[in-house]
């Protein structure tokens, strides 16, 4: 699904940016362009980057 119309930015590729390492919005706009235009995008992008990170596991946190 397109996320963002003026940079031609779908869902998938905001997600892979955040598997990539990218963990905001900052992030994800200044590898791919989201939210620099009309800004329409923001709030749907950061829904998907925190729903991303909230998919992965995080090593780090102990039981």
Request: hydrophobic share 35%; proline share 2%; net charge positive.
């Amino acid at each position: 699904m397109y996320v963002c119309l003026c940079h031609a930015v779908t869902d998938s590729q905001i997600k892979n940016a955040v598997i990539q390492g990218d963990s905001s919005l900052a992030d994800v706009k200044k590898r791919l362009g989201v939210g620099d235009q009309c800004g329409k995008c923001v709030k749907m992008a950061c829904h998907i980057i925190q729903r991303e990170i909230n998919a992965q596991p995080n090593y780090y946190e102990v039981a």
